[in-house]
């Protein structure tokens, strides 16, 4: 019985991508005290891959293409309609709405700080920006048109061959239109919230309650077990016990069928979390405050399977509320784009 838990736990905390780069970020999750100030701090550099350095050429044909809605097959929808700035780059919806008004199955993630992600999607299939961006362009629950398609479309705007031909030497392609949109998504950070003024000294920068909030989050919560790092994420995966029997996440990809992945989804960033209503990869909670409560409480009630990690930490309602107080102070300033 020990054993097999053991195991459990080792393939909770392990990374399912073998090949996690370590360089590429500085800072590594994990248990953090109170006192471990690194963690929280913020990185000085944004990663890139090689193959696709950061570039003002790009970054300005990536934010064209994100808010262009000549990017799905009737002109109506364009990266913006579900990571939308107003929503925390999310959109307020439970579930996203694509081509013809067809609902998707997951609510949309915020795009903001996905610089320093290394799994992309609630499931973690994609393994970066360029590989993600092309996906929702040819979903049909989503933008719906096929990239040779686009390609062509494209070729035929004056804008998109100038601006194509300044940020690549081999003009329109779907690996330069995935990169450009990665390029411009690397510049949407949110690390300047009250928080990181706090964390960097400013004893003023929030209040007692969310300085008890923080407290909670770390001690009592354990949040810190996944919400961990500046980014608030370990990017890990967890069944937290919300009972989706529709969704099962990690396991539906995942050629090892464990148990651990049943229903396990990433966890997502708290950056600018309270923008992003609805909550969870089903868009299920509509509250900030009922999606700790869950989160403190080891799930929905009554639960079935929730990860080992995932604990009932007994939070009431005082904590939960201090909780939410700490968690509004991770909302930066509105992105300059
Ligand atoms: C119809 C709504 C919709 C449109 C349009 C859309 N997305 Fe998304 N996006 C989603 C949803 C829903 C997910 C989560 C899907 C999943 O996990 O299976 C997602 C996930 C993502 C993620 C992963 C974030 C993370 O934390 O893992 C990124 C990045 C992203 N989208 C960027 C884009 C870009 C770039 C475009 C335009 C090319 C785009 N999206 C178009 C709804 C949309
Ligand atoms: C075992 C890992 C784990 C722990 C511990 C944990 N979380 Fe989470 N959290 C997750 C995962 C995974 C999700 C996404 C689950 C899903 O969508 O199915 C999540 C989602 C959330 C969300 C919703 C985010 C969004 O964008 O929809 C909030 C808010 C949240 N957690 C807060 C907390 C708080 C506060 C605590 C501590 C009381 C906590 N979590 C503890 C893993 C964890």
Known sequence: MQISVLFLLLLLFSNINAE?????????????????????????QIPYPKDNPLTKEKIKLGKEL??????????????????????????????SIGDQNRVGRR???TVINSAFLQNFFHDGRAKSLEEQALGPIESEVEMNIKLDELVEKLKRIKKYQELFNKAFDDGITKENIAKALASFQRTL????????????????????DAK??????????????CHAGFNFTNERFANIGLGDKSDLGVYEISSDKSAIWYGAFKTPTLRDIEKSAPYFHDGSVKTLKEAVTICGNGGRKPVKIRSPFF???????????????FLKTLTSPDIKY
């Open 212 to 225: 008890e909030g923080f407290d909670l989050f770390l001690n009592k919560g354990r949040c810190q077990l």
């Open 189 to 208: 950070l949110s690390l300047n919230a009250p928080f990181d003024r706090w964390i960097q000294g400013d004893k003023d920068a929030i209040s007692e």
């Open 311 to 325: 604990r009932d930490r007994k939070l009431n309602e005082y904590d939960v509320d201090k909780i939410v107080e």
């Open 107 to 109: 609510n949309s993630p």
């Open 66 to 95: 994100f808010f262009d809605p000549r990017l799905s097959k009737n002109n109506d929808i364009s990266c913006s309609s579900c990571h939308n700035p107003k929503y925390g780059w999310s959109d307020n919806r439970a579930k």
């Open 20 to 44: 996690f780069d370590k360089e590429k970020l500085s800072i590594y999750a994990g248990e953090a005290s109170y006192s471990d100030k690194a963690q929280w701090q913020i990185p000085k």
